[in-house]
């Protein structure tokens, strides 16, 4: 099985496409039909049932192959022809209905392989059929080099804002927002702590907390049904002095079951935006300066409809060819 890693901000992304090395079936009309397939029925996002398509999941994110902090994607067909292709993205415990940092490596994986035909000079979009909806990411370049990726999120909507939640740190109130996926945004020093490295233990355990303290609220809920439904992650944020663009964050977000990202999160900080907008904080022509736990940064800015925008940058890291061995007891890779 071949693979192509990148990583968005620091965050990894693997990318493996079943368009061209279909390793295992991913049945479906639609690429959230195929999601919903991957997780299997009577699963969930974070708790999928065993499939073949999930046992490719796992072998690819699971040590030794992988790492706890492992995220990629697969490359599947899209739904119509206004795509370019559909990507189904996975993390160490299932499936995620939305990813900017995912998003904006495959804009990259697609110019640098010659999928999507690309100027030396200028700019091309990418769009890319996702659980969610369909996306787009706007690939900039020069002297015949990507520069950057622009991200292009479906629109992003205010859920519910002040929810209060108990926590082993006292009690927070929550911010809820859907960007493709449902984030739940805390002020980090509401909980006495900073967005630093030295922090993530408790960072991670208050993510967690926070989540499982919402799984039921109905401002989770999303109307296109179970597969967008619940919280994703939560985001938790320290105000920076603002710049003479705008507002200026940095985050730690925690997904899934105590995953942390690398990056600013590229469908968190749509989240963010939404916010930001609803607070009258972020108008027109304005850019939030995101950064993350690691120090990388996305600029993004919210467009009419609410729609958003995230620029961010995308390296390849390396290419493999897995191998699984019949006599190796541990070929189907196991969590840590």
Request: glycine share 12%; aromatic share 6%; proline share 7%.
């Amino acid at each position: 099985m071949r693979a192509v890693d990148y990583h968005t901000a620091g965050e990894p992304f693997r990318i493996v496409d079943l368009t061209a090395d279909p390793v295992a079936p991913a049945p479906g009309d639609t690429v959230a039909e195929r999601c919903a397939t991957a997780i299997g029925a009577g699963g969930s996002a974070t708790a999928p049932r065993r499939g073949p398509l999930d046992d490719v999941r796992r072998l690819l994110v699971q040590e030794p192959r992988g790492h706890a902090g492992m995220y990629g994607g697969f490359v599947v067909p899209p739904d119509d022809d206004g795509a370019h292709f559909g990507a189904l993205f996975w993390h160490k415990d299932g499936w995620s209905t939305a990813c900017g940092h995912g998003t904006i490596a495959l804009g990259a994986w697609a110019v640098d392989t010659g999928r999507v035909a690309a100027p030396a000079d200028g700019d091309v979009e990418v769009r890319i059929d996702v659980p969610s909806g369909r996306v787009a990411a706007t690939v900039h370049r020069t002297a015949g080099r990507t520069t950057g990726v622009t991200f292009r999120n479906v629109a992003a909507r205010v859920g519910a804002r002040k929810v209060p939640v108990a926590t082993t740190l006292g009690p927070a109130e929550v911010d809820i927002a859907h960007a493709g996926a449902c984030y739940a945004s805390v002020a980090a020093r509401d909980l006495g702590l900073e967005v630093s490295r030295a922090a993530l233990p408790e960072l991670v355990r208050v993510g967690r907390e926070i989540r499982a303290a919402l799984a039921t609220h109905p401002a989770t809920w999303h109307p296109g049904g179970p597969l967008l439904s619940g919280v994703y992650g939560v985001i938790l944020y320290e105000e920076l002095r603002d710049t003479p663009f705008g507002p200026h964050q940095r985050n730690v977000t925690v997904f899934a079951d105590g995953q942390i990202d690398r990056s600013p999160c590229g469908s968190g900080t749509s989240a963010r935006l939404a916010l930001l907008a609803d607070d009258g904080r972020l108008g027109p022509g304005e850019d939030l300066l995101h950064e993350s736990v690691v120090g990388t940064v996305f600029t993004g800015r919210i467009l009419p409809d609410g729609v958003t925008e995230v620029t961010g940058t995308a390296y390849r890291t390396g290419e493999h060819l897995f191998t699984v061995d019949p006599y190796d007891a541990l070929a189907a890779g196991f969590p840590l």
